[in-house]
């Protein structure tokens, strides 16, 4: 199984190298030229439950694992999670929610990161340890923590954005129990500290004498095939719950409404869309940082705008990484048209995409924003109309998908508990707030009638174990901190 650079065409290793390395030598993303060649056939996807789908999925990408040990992996993941069946499709008012939120840190992040350090696992060679370094905008962070403490041969680092993620999320990362782990605030935003681990991963001398130790340097962000394969299952999975609810016919289009930062979850559906799922479109869901509407609506894709700190800190981001995946499949995999836009977005921070490409975006995706002001509005209607909670990143996607309930069935994705998020869900609701995130939480259990995740409720009585912050320019000494320490 090849991959390839979206960059460059030579750039190429098999599925187990493109797992270790995360991020091709060029700064490119690794992608399987032939995707569109590959086909989960929807009938037998109404005989599978959703670990059998992600293993029919997964054999797809991953075959040199061998199904026997990506099933062992798809149980050691899944097991983890509060339910059964790992994910649940509630019918809301017009909407079909799709929870995403079950698994160990309640938040769709859950789904790639408890599988992936087990095909990392799988993938390292024998007497080589593996290096994960982690930028996070708020959930993704705990997620990878979580599912790499303490598995063997590992060492995981997150940085976050110091002040940049609801209080909870701060503390499920701040607080992480394991040995091989690592957490840093940085001053800045999202953006730059995604920016500052690139700059690790494309500097090849320090590849070089990480490799020299036997370390290899990867990443849990969804520019590693292993987060980003995972995520597509639940396309497929909601796809079958809703033909064998009698919802839609077999064969009939959907559309996905997807709340999007770094555009990793709406491009999980996309390989979906490629793979055979029939989809009619896809809602890329924004907040205030709307550049990815702005792409969507006029194919031109410019950062040169304010970054807004908002409500659904997890989408405040104005990089999406992955939409690099899809321009190269949109130019039918032309590395170097790709690789051209990729240079004058580090040139010049925008680019214009062809009019072929333009056209062919918006025959499939569609997409909307939503203010704070409005994102709360849609929380407390919903919950008022409907008896549901939605967290501030969710409602984003919810809003989105009734502006195009009329076209015919629509999921949309639900990417975390809102109790990660209680402050603004209590303020949304028209409750007081407090200072104390957990009085909030408490509070938010009482006016709801629902219980917080047990991991959440719990996060009070654990000890801050990561408290300092560091600028940009600090990461690379943090990491040889790190590997020094922990003789790694």
Do not use: W
Not at 8 to 24: D, I, R, V
Not at 252 to 279: R, T
Not at 404 to 423: C, D, H, N, Q, R
Not at 441 to 451: A, D, I, Y
């Amino acid at each position: 199984m090849i991959h390839e650079s979206t960059r460059n065409a030579g750039l190429q290793c098999s599925e187990s190298e493109a797992l270790l390395k995360g991020s091709a030598e060029d700064g490119g993303l690794y992608v399987d030229r032939y995707l569109k060649e590959k086909r989960i056939p929807l009938q037998d996807l109404l005989k599978m439950d959703y670990r059998e789908t992600a293993l029919a999925v997964l054999s797809l990408f991953f075959d040199g694992i061998g199904k026997e040990k990506l099933k062992e992996a798809i149980s050691a993941a899944y097991d983890r999670f509060d339910i059964p069946e790992t994910v649940s499709l509630q019918k809301t008012g017009d909407i079909h929610v799709l929870e995403l939120f079950h698994g160990p840190t309640s938040a769709f992040k859950d789904v790639a990161l408890t599988l992936l350090p087990h095909l990392i696992s799988n993938a390292l060679p024998e007497g080589e340890k593996a290096l994960i370094l982690t930028a996070t905008s708020g959930d993704t962070g705990k997620a990878a923590l979580s599912g790499f403490s303490n598995v063997p041969r590992t060492g995981i680092l997150v940085y976050y954005p110091k002040d940049g993620t609801s209080r909870i999320q701060e503390l499920q990362m701040t607080t992480q129990e394991g040995e091989n782990v690592a957490v840093y605030g940085l001053k800045g935003n999202f953006d730059d500290a995604q920016t500052a681990v690139k700059e690790v991963f494309a500097d090849q001398g320090f590849r070089k004498v990480l490799l020299e130790k036997k370390i290899r340097l990867t990443s849990a962000n969804s520019i590693n095939i292993g987060r980003l394969m995972p995520q597509i299952v639940y396309y497929f999975d909601a796809y079958r719950q809703l033909v064998l609810s009698g919802s839609i016919s077999l064969g009939e289009k959907i559309s996905f409404s997807v709340p999007s930062g770094n555009f990793g979850d709406v491009l999980a559906g996309y390989y979906a869309y490629c793979l055979g799922l029939p989809v009619r479109r896809f809602i890329v869901a924004s907040n205030a940082n709307n550049v990815l509407t702005d792409f969507v609506r006029t194919g031109v894709y410019d950062r040169r705008r304010p970054f807004y700190k908002t409500i659904s800190p997890s989408m405040d981001i104005l990089i999406s990484s992955n939409l690099e995946r899809l321009l190269y499949y949109l130019s039918d995999e032309n590395n170097e048209e790709t690789a051209a836009y990729m240079q004058e977005l580090k040139e010049k921070g925008c680019y214009r995409i062809s009019e072929t490409m333009r056209k062919k975006l918006q025959e499939l995706f569609a997409a909307e924003y939503f203010s704070d002001e409005e994102t709360s509005a849609v929380i407390r209607r919903v919950y008022e109309k409907e008896g549901y909670l939605l967290d501030p990143h969710s409602a984003i996607g919810y809003a989105a998908a009734e502006r195009y309930k009329e076209e015919g069935k629509i999921v949309a994705l639900a990417t975390a508990s809102p109790f990660k998020f209680p402050a603004y869900v209590l303020n949304a609701l028209g409750q007081e707030v407090a200072e104390d995130e957990f009085a909030n939480l408490r509070k938010l259990t009482e006016v709801s009638g629902q219980e917080a995740p047990k991991a959440i409720a719990r996060l009070q009585e654990l000890p801050v174990r990561f408290e300092e912050a560091i600028g940009r320019e600090e990461v690379r000494s943090s990491i040889s901190r790190f590997l020094k320490e922990h003789e790694l």
